[in-house]
């Protein structure tokens, strides 16, 4: 039996490396220096996308798409790509969800619109990888960044429309409402 398979009377030091024990110590001790120290970072001016908000814009989305005869589902993603609201139309399709998600997220993520980004793969061969960044990426049109004073918190995504030109346009709508009650 090796000496880090002993009881617990052990010391767990004794396990690991020196040099590594050294180095998990120094940067406990130097993280707080480090971020305490010489740097003008305000956290209370990030701007963040409320709940409020987030439920508003998905469900006006979802309405105006409605209205226009789309069975259509909506989501809205804080900046991060984390769900902040997410409906699901009457009668629109399973998939819908998922794709709503994804573009939103894409728009959040990259800060493009998710048609502006279509049109960036299709003519730049070059960028086709933009594709696979990973499992959450939709490059597909109906996927619009949520930005206020020139600062990106979120995104929203519709899937469901017959063209992501029409879900961009129910997208919008969701923005044009939460920007309209910011003003008020």
Do not use: W
């Amino acid at each position: 039996m090796d000496s880090c398979n002993r009881s617990a009377i052990v010391d767990s030091t004794a396990c690991f490396p020196v040099s590594l024990v050294i180095l998990l110590g120094l940067c406990l001790i130097a993280t707080p220096l480090y971020a305490g120290k010489g740097h003008d970072i305000d956290l209370d001016s990030m701007q963040v996308l409320p709940l409020k908000l987030a439920l508003i814009a998905a469900a006006e989305a979802q309405s105006v798409c409605e209205d226009q005869g789309f069975r259509v589902s909506a989501a809205v993603v804080d900046r991060g790509g984390l769900v902040k609201a997410h409906v699901r139309g009457d009668g629109s399709g399973p998939h819908t969800l998922e794709s709503a998600r994804k573009k939103a997220y894409t728009s959040a993520s990259l800060g493009s619109p998710t048609s502006a980004l279509v049109d960036v793969v299709v003519n730049n061969p070059a960028t086709e990888g933009l594709r696979d960044m990973n499992d959450d990426i939709l490059i597909l049109g109906g996927g619009l960044p949520i930005v206020v004073d020139d600062e990106i918190v979120g995104g929203i995504g519709v899937g469901g429309a017959p063209g992501g030109n029409l879900d961009e346009a129910c997208a919008q709508a969701g923005i044009d409402r939460i920007l309209h009650q910011l003003d008020d």
